[in-house]
């Protein structure tokens, strides 16, 4: 009976000497390129050279070498069929029973600040797909490994059953396929990029396990948690815990939400979130300072909320948090003493994400049953919009700052969205209402005698002038909305009725 034979070219060489050399020991061959063969010498692992299986050089800097009839006959021969048999045997192949490739890395290669297009592109690599694909056919009578982690088992069975399972020969070939794609999904976005397709026939989008979930929005749900290959480091997905249980589901929402807020703010700032929405949004001279406002906002709903800052958390900000029940605090970063205060709280989760925004709008999904929606972030600012201002007044120094607050705010609210500040912090929150006079409602509410002098931010416009006149008789004194209702006169008018400054930004902001 003929040696078992292994083809092995990886790029990345984690454990590679070990593996084979355990191969070797049960009787494979082995055939091997490049870098990946001069490994195996140097480790005294017998090896034949690629080109002494092909009987061609390896030619044209590397990129041609394993593309043979001699390579894919050996790893497409179908054992069972007399005919496929006869012609390896005419032709002097040699089957190939094992594959060990993992490829070029254009993942790594594209992350490089200094990354060129040639140096992308010379990067993607084509024999080692086209390898394992063929393999992963074969694989009924081919094993394929693209993953460093499933040596121990290959190892293992050949160990114990002198050969690889049918059922793990089939659970590795799914793994390369899923391998290929994702791998051919990065090169189709970085392509699609560069040439400015904006709408692309197909969405090709890959993403990498980042962890199992216990559950989904809810217990009887299952859920897990994927990051993008290149995720923005000032994300929730590439967070880094230091303290506490394991994120949940809602976590992750809520806390990509809260960061979300956070990062809209230059002054230092603490905006406390529940049910993706912000419950209290505080400002001020210090993130302690800040903290208290956000707390104030609204003390009872902050209770088991998420808590974004983006400042350092210090000492005496970490012993205010520490005094109520918080699911989560987000900070760039804490003092040694502010963690020796919140590490006593055992399930208290602590992140650390750098708080810079991202240049470009990523492209969000959203999921429905049957299909996907595609949509650039909202990153439309205050400062991007055309103001005017159509009323007999116009909003003071401090009620310029009022609305800047309420603007940033209000985006990130459930629509129907209506914020109330006072220009230091959040007074009222209405979300997620049918109409906007009931969001408005809910808000003025919860602000109750807070609402003296503050003002009101509004993601859309106003389809009629009551909820101007609710404002008004409720003490509100400016107002920040988008305009462009076909009754536009009419909230103008009642503004001008109870002395309200109005401003129109000509931008809405709708929160599905």
């Not at 032709?91 to 060129?116: G, Q």
């Not at 994702?182 to 397709?197: P, R, S």
Request: contains cysteine.
């Amino acid at each position: 009976m003929s040696k078992k034979r292994a083809l092995v070219s990886v790029s990345n060489k984690e454990g590679i000497v070990e593996f084979v050399e355990a191969l070797v020991a049960k009787g494979f061959e082995v055939v091997s390129t490049g870098g990946t063969k001069k490994a195996l010498q140097e480790a005294g692992v017998p090896v034949i050279g690629i080109s002494e299986v092909t009987g061609f050089p390896e030619i044209l800097d590397g990129r041609v070498k394993t593309l043979h009839p001699n390579i894919h006959s050996g790893l497409l021969a179908m054992r069972e069929r007399a005919e496929h048999q006869e012609q390896l045997a005419e032709l002097h192949i040699s089957p190939i029973d094992l594959v060990v490739v993992n490829l070029y890395p254009f993942k790594e290669t594209i992350a490089k600040p200094n990354c060129t297009f040639a140096d992308a592109i010379e990067n993607i690599d084509i024999g080692g797909p086209s390898m394992l694909r063929a393999a992963a056919k074969n694989h009924q009578h081919v094993t394929v490994v693209v993953d460093p982690k499933d040596y121990p088992t290959v190892i293992g069975e050949l160990s114990n059953e002198q050969d690889v399972t049918v059922e793990t020969k089939r659970r590795l070939a799914a793994k390369v396929f899923r391998h290929t794609a994702a791998y051919d999904a990065l090169i189709a976005e970085y392509l699609t990029e560069a040439v400015g397709e904006e709408e692309p026939e197909t969405c090709t989008v890959t993403y990498e396990r980042k962890q199992g979930l216990r559950y989904g929005e809810n217990p009887h749900q299952k859920a897990t948690f994927y990051k993008k290959p290149l995720a923005d480091e000032s994300s929730i997905a590439s967070a880094v815990q230091l303290h506490g249980k394991e994120l949940s589901y809602n976590n992750i929402h809520d806390a990509d939400a809260a960061l979300a807020i956070v990062k809209e703010f230059e002054e230092p700032a603490v905006v406390a979130v529940k049910h993706m929405n912000p419950c209290g949004v505080g400002t001020g001279e210090t993130i302690e300072q800040a903290y208290g406002r956000a707390y104030e906002a609204d003390p009872v709903s902050i209770f088991g909320g998420i808590v974004a800052a983006n400042r350092e958390i210090d000492e005496a900000t970490a012993v205010k948090m520490k005094d109520i029940f918080l699911e989560i605090i987000i900070a760039p970063s804490f003092t040694q003493e502010a963690l020796d205060v919140l590490t006593a709280k055992k399930n208290l989760r602590l992140l650390t994400v750098p708080m810079s925004r991202q240049e470009q709008p990523e492209a969000m999904l959203t999921s429905i049953h049957g299909g996907l929606l595609v949509q650039d972030e909202d990153h439309y600012g205050i400062d991007e919009a055309t103001l005017s201002i159509p009323t007999d007044r116009k909003p003071t120094d401090a009620e310029w700052e009022a609305l800047k607050l309420a603007w940033k705010v209000v985006k990130h609210v459930k629509s129907n969205a209506i914020v109330l500040t006072n220009g230091q912090m959040t007074v009222g929150v209405g979300a997620g209402q049918m109409n906007r006079v009931g969001a408005a409602d809910i808000a003025i509410t919860q602000a109750s005698e807070r609402i003296e002098g503050a003002v009101m931010g509004s993601d859309a416009f106003f389809p009629m002038g009551d909820t101007v006149e609710l404002a008004g008789k409720a003490g509100v004194t400016a107002i920040i909305q988008p305009g462009g209702s076909i009754r536009d006169e009419e909230s103008i008018e009642m503004a001008n009725k109870y002395g309200i400054a109005m401003v129109m930004t000509g931008v809405r902001h709708f929160k599905h």
